[in-house]
């Protein structure tokens, strides 16, 4: 393996792990909701607020950041964001106020939302055409577990210690990241599409940058603007799975046990609830084998999959825990080995557990399949542009989940008791995924004719390179 090749793997590994950080941050807040709110004596909805502007700051910064990625060096601006980002999760652990906290979290974005997209960015300039569902698929479930991971540090330390340590690791964490980046390779724009390899193998480049003027036909193009649209019917539903966690809290807490051992059981429950997501990887690969025999092929497989989660996470989420068992002080191993049995010996937990994994497996088809998609349709230099502004719809719609969550619990279910009140709105929030599979199903005929003017477009840029 020669030195080129081993930079690639690098660099590819690199922007897979960085791929979790934003969703770490977020991951970060439902478990610790109460204690931060505790804490600052704000109501619990307040700080769904903040998460939701979070959400939302980073997907319009992602905007700035994949324009940028389009004209300039990308290793240097990743390194620029890291540094705001990481800062800023450092000083929230340090914050006294609900102000500050509210402050801190939106600089905390606009640092954030240059991860996606020049990440993105990067990683198909660098994956072939062939595998781009499947090795997207990598990259997308890298963020999904970095929300479970954040879940679950939060989780784990609020049995111990403040809500402030979590904060204070990731940042520090995210400084470290820095010193990585200075050995990452930044490819050749375009290097992965077979129209244009063999010439820039040959030494040629691909001198095309993104111009403003381009914004409109990226915003305007058919497939894109369905694919905005998807993403913000999907991630209206998607926003509101943050809150699982809490719900699992108020579902322990029924059965009588303690807030600080309910927070570690569910911390340990929405990370067992999405073992599922592990199944993405073949979903871009069935995408990869459908897409060579037709343009239409991911679209449609991944709008019959969403029809097919809803009726699961519905089942996840009024399905009790009965008979559950787990001990009464605050060990996060015995927990942990209770939970593991439970899952075995309770049949209630072992539904949940099954009902579980088809619900996040057939979420995990969406991410890679989405991808790939906006990869396929957009040329090299506007990849990252309209990522970020459909990673936009996608904030915009999480905004909308998370925030809609706290506000429908605080105002019309406010006398509803606890979980009742949790799952009402959960279910009810399932029912934007009917627009967003149907989307999927109109696109597949625009996909055809947007794929194929990118693979012209790049062929005739290809032929006049090499006269």
């Not at 004209?71 to 000083?91: D, Q």
């Not at 990849?383 to 459909?390: D, E, K, L, N, P």
């Not at 009402?424 to 009917?434: G, H, K, N, Y």
């Amino acid at each position: 393996m020669n030195t080129n090749n081993i930079k690639m793997i690098y660099t590819i590994f690199i922007f897979t792990a960085l791929a979790a950080f934003d969703n770490i941050i977020i991951g970060l807040f439902p478990p610790l909701f109460s204690s931060i709110a505790k804490d600052m004596n704000v109501p619990i909805s307040s700080l769904g607020i903040i998460s939701a502007v979070n959400i939302l700051v980073t997907s319009f910064s992602s905007i700035l950041w994949g324009y940028l990625a389009g004209k300039f060096n990308r290793k240097l601006l990743i390194i620029i964001g890291t540094i705001i980002w990481s800062l800023f999760v450092l000083l929230t652990s340090h914050c006294s106020s609900y102000a500050q906290f509210f402050i801190f979290q939106v600089f905390t974005g606009i640092g954030l939302g240059c991860i996606a997209s020049i990440g993105f960015s990067i990683l198909t300039d660098y994956i072939p055409n062939k595998y781009r569902g499947m090795m997207l698929s990598l990259w997308g479930m890298a963020q999904g577990f970095g929300g479970i991971s954040g879940s679950l540090m939060a989780s784990l330390m609020a049995s111990f210690t403040s809500w402030r340590e979590p904060f204070e690791i990731v940042g520090i964490i995210g400084f470290f990241l820095i010193i990585l980046y200075f050995f990452i390779k930044e490819p050749v724009m375009g290097e992965s599409e077979p129209e244009v390899q063999k010439l820039i193998s040959e030494g040629h480049e691909y001198n095309y940058n993104i111009e403003f003027n381009h914004l409109p036909n990226i915003i305007l193009k058919k497939s894109d603007m369905l694919l905005f649209l998807q993403a913000f019917f999907m991630n209206i539903t998607i926003g509101t799975l943050i809150w699982m966690p809490t719900l699992y809290i108020s579902k322990i807490e029924q059965y009588g046990y303690s807030p600080k051992v309910s927070i570690i059981a569910a911390g340990y429950l929405f990370a067992l609830f999405q073992i599922g997501g592990l199944i993405s990887p073949l979903f871009g690969h069935i995408g990869d084998i459908l897409q060579k025999k037709t343009y239409k092929g991911r679209a449609i497989l991944t709008s019959y999959i969403i029809f097919a989660m809803i009726p699961f996470y519905i089942a996840v989420f009024v399905l009790p825990v009965k008979s559950l068992v787990l001990p009464q002080n605050n060990d996060p191993l015995l927990i942990l080995i209770y939970l593991l049995k439970e899952v075995i010996v309770n049949p209630w937990i072992f539904m949940l557990f099954i009902f579980s994994f088809f619900a996040s497996a057939l979420q995990s088809a969406n991410t890679p399949n989405w991808l790939a998609l906006i990869t396929d349709v957009n040329l090299p230099e506007h990849r990252g542009t309209a990522f970020s502004i459909a990673n936009l719809a996608n904030g915009l719609g999480r905004t909308i989940g998370n925030a809609g969550v706290g506000i429908l619990i605080s105002t019309i279910f406010v006398h509803i008791r606890e979980p009742k009140n949790y799952i009402i709105t959960l279910c009810l929030f399932q029912v934007s995924l009917i627009p967003s599979a149907l989307i999927y199903m109109k696109m597949a005929k625009n996909n055809v004719k947007d794929i194929k003017e990118v693979k012209e477009t790049l062929f005739k840029r290809a032929k006049g390179s090499a006269m």
